[in-house]
């Protein structure tokens, strides 16, 4: 990501590692512009800057029951249902 400091200088940061933002020649700490690509966002959604992708299929094993009361334990939180709703 580029970013355009108050005092001029251009530098590019890592946006996961940069915590303090100031420039390396003069110190100046105000950011005056941020050229930063889009957003990929994963998922669903919409807009001109998402992208569609099919994410793989997840295990999901929903047999797993309480050995006592029966209530399944699985990894999916699971309501248990009565004949009467
Ligand atoms: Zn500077």
Redesign the pocket.
């Known amino acids: 990501m580029r970013l355009v400091?108050k005092?001029?200088?251009a530098i590019e940061i890592d946006p996961d590692k940069t915590i303090v933002l100031t420039?390396p020649?003069?110190?100046?700490r105000i950011v005056a512009r941020v050229d930063a690509p889009p957003p990929r966002i994963v998922g669903v959604a919409s807009g001109p800057h998402m992208q569609t992708r099919q994410l793989p299929a997840i295990a999901v094993d929903a047999t797993q029951t309480h050995p006592e009361t029966g209530d399944p334990v699985g990894p999916l939180t699971l309501k248990k249902v009565t004949p009467n709703g």
């Not at 020649?25 to 100046?28: H, M, N, P, S, V």
């Open positions: 400091m005092c001029g200088h420039c020649i003069d110190g100046e």
